[in-house]
């Protein structure tokens, strides 16, 4: 019989390339890492690593089992919380990963709502930015994701094997110096602004920004890159140039300098929680996803 431990010491081990890197990763012993594997072997019947030196190679049935973990370790983990719950433990616990404005402003009110209405979950977080974070669900590593995504052609498809809980529509806005001679204005063209100095994300961060850019006929001139909001909010302020940040990263932040104005043509982001079809079921992972929509809806 397969055991999940092993599994997730398989795992360990094709992620980092040796016992001991696994072991590091685990919080065990390099030792107890090499057991288990040999009693993994042994249940599969087959060879799942081929040793050379100090790096470990999967086996073709090596490749396969990996291949299945994840799911399988998904799996186990929505039907130990959902036993959990049934059997009246009250007592859960959720993985979020979220990106970082959203860390800010939705999780903090959806947290504190689920803690006192379940003081027993037990909840962590590490920010991620999609499509990281989309893989950490998949991979097994948490149990819901907040994310975004853009209205470009196909992006409906990425998710199909996810449940996908809407939040909320969130609209880019420019930032300009308050002395700005576009400061005053109530909407600005981004054609406007093709010959300002732009600050902006790392270059998959600001592919949507240089996209809309082209379509209105030039290419923005990036002088600053940070994905550092606050970072983008001072350089802006210190009248170092301009930047489109979305309306709910500027909800944390001061503007200190810096004024926000609408941009056209108007771009959106879908804000969204993601989570797998199993965990969807389980008490814990259902109640993150319900206050992630009441703070959303506020």
Known sequence: MIEARHLRVLRAVAATGSFSAAARELGCTQPAVSQQMKALESSAGTPLLIRTGREMRLTQAG??????????????TAAEEEVAAIAGLRAGRVRLVSFPSGSSTLVPTALAALRAAHPGT????VDAEPPRSVEMLREGDCDVALAFRYGTPGAEAEWDDLVVRPLL?????????????L????????ADLAEESWIAGCPRCRRQLVDVCEEAGFSPRIDFATDDYPAVVGLVGAGLGVAVLPELALESV????ARAVAV????????????LPDLAHVPAVAATLTQLSRAAAR
């Open 63 to 76: 490749e396969a089992l990996v291949r299945h973990a994840s799911g399988i370790l998904a799996g186990l």
């Open 122 to 125: 037990r909840v962590s977080l």
């Open 169 to 181: 529509t969130d609209r880019l806005v420019g930032l300009v110096p308050e002395g700005h001679r």
């Open 183 to 190: 400061a005053a204005s109530d909407a600005v063209a981004i």
């Open 254 to 257: 001061l503007p200190k300098g």
């Open 264 to 275: 056209e043509p108007a771009v959106h982001r879908e804000i969204v929680a993601l989570t």
